[in-house]
């Protein structure tokens, strides 16, 4: 059998780890797709304190960092990237609302695990499409679940739910 | 715990049913195949066989006669009869109040078209090579369902689907020290076997099952051996040999066309034949 034995150093492991770590766009890539030849202003979000509980309380989700990055346009629309763990590993996703804050588009950027990836799907991910802040969005209700992905299935959606209240929260939109 | 993943396909719905399959399959040779599950091939014939000629399934026969060969090429060192052995060492339930002959080999299983026969009263053990097997029967069922990349790990006994490279990493247990080792390599088989006092520490089993099928003697402690070969049921039969013999496995390994990797007193080498 074809082969060939490493000693690999393992500080260089640590250092390269994750081994599956896969960068499928770039922030600016993800916000392209979602609102092409949009004139957009990078803008990050940090959230104070009593921003980030009244974010948790709305939205049943967890804070991950009170910081993220987002850029928005002057007609309303925001695009805002945030982690949210998978299995073992944080995903890193973005979405795009409307000036209405209809999610417009969910991206992933960056997926650090061996499985679970199907949440890339693009019929799954178009499940978040038009929702507001007042849709459930819960697993199995009205996001379907991927059978051998639900963990990320389950956090990328309690992700949503977090940023269309982080949405809400932080900048006073209705 | 096995671990069955397919890449490669396209559609989501096909790859789910390949390995359902696959892991079907595997249960099944797990069925057939346990020393302690009384209806089990392996039982039958530990019951029965030294008395008459016993019909077993297509699989059992094939790893039984895969036995015999591992058994003749090492001379003696692979020995499936080694069950009633491990058995009274307590390491294995006693099956049945039936009477057991310790000194007997392999060499008195006897193969034919209704059966198989135990010439001298033994028990025989598959746990040295039915997990391999299980895991070759599981990549077969993929590739039967259009997979033809993917990995199955048998807790050990990993088999490889596709060109890869397939990078796996060794575990010998407790500190590895500054380099961790690794093979990156094609389709085939890779089984690790370890007596490590941190991989034995995993195991409940309450004396080591690695002994020379010969002298019934166990293998030197704090060995971890990696064997690769074509196929998961031979890579894991040899890891026994290798676990046994240690750097004189090189002939052995040889014959069987399979290459292997020993570690000792924290040192990662390969064996190749003296000869």
Redesign the interface.
Known sequence: MDHRFLLLPVAALVAVAPAQATQYLSADQARALIFPSLAMTAQDITLTPEQARAVEKASGASIVSPSMKAWRATTGELFIVDEVLGKHEYITYAVGFDASGGVKGLEILTYNESYGDQIRNPAWRAQFTGKHDDAPLVLDKDIQNISSATLSCKHITEGVRRLLAVRKVALGHD | MVAI?ADGVED?ALA?HAISAAFAEVATVHRLMSFHAPDSDVSRLNRDAARRCVPVDWRTREVLAMAQTMHRMSEGVFDIAIGGVLAHAGALPCPAPARVDLDATAASIALDDNGVRFHDALWIDLGGIAKGYAADRAAAVLQQHGVHQGRIDAGGDLRLLGAG?H?VYLDAGGD??????????????IATSSNEAAIRARNPLPCGVHRHGRTKEHAAPGRTVSV???QAMVADALTKVVMALGPSAGAVLALAG??A?LREKGT?A?IRDAA
């Open positions: 993943r989501d789910h490279p990078r590895i020290g500054p380099m961790q080792a690794a093979l990156d390599t094609g389709e085939g088989a690769l070969a074509d399979a290459t990797y990662w390969s």
